[in-house]
């Protein structure tokens, strides 16, 4: 079966850094569109970034400048790096597989990030 495994989060000063790894077993990693999500306290879930197959990515406007999403297909594992976090990136961290050619999604347990001010 298809696994995600987040990894990475924790508790960082605004201004810090963290990076999130998703690491992913019982599928073809390459062949699917990879996002991390976020999940604040009584908001919805929402997109943060996204990297195609082809290695296009996008980036919610906020973190725009500040995250950054990769992927190695070798090691079937996705990567956020996040810098000059503020106290409004807190939020558990969701990594998302979509299939390319199924439209099936995926989805991790989560990782809590939470920055203090």
């Known amino acids: 079966q298809v696994q995600l495994v987040e990894s990475g989060g924790g508790l960082v000063q605004a201004g810090g850094s963290l990076t999130l790894s998703c690491v992913v077993t019982?599928?073809?990693?390459?062949?699917?569109?990879v996002g991390w999500y976020r999940q604040a306290p009584g908001k919805q879930r929402e997109v943060v970034a996204a990297?195609?197959?082809?290695?296009?990515?996008n980036y919610e406007d906020s973190v725009k400048g500040r995250f950054t999403i990769s992927r190695d297909n070798a090691k079937n594992t996705a990567y956020l790096q996040m810098n000059s976090l503020k106290p409004e990136d807190t939020a558990v961290y969701y990594c998302?597989?979509?299939?390319?050619?199924?439209?099936?999604?995926?989805w991790g347990q989560g990782t809590q990030v939470t920055v203090s001010s």
């Open positions: 998302n597989l979509k299939n390319d050619y199924t439209g099936r999604n995926y």
């Open positions: 019982g599928t073809i990693f390459r062949i699917h569109t």
């Open positions: 990297i195609a197959t082809g290695g296009t990515t």
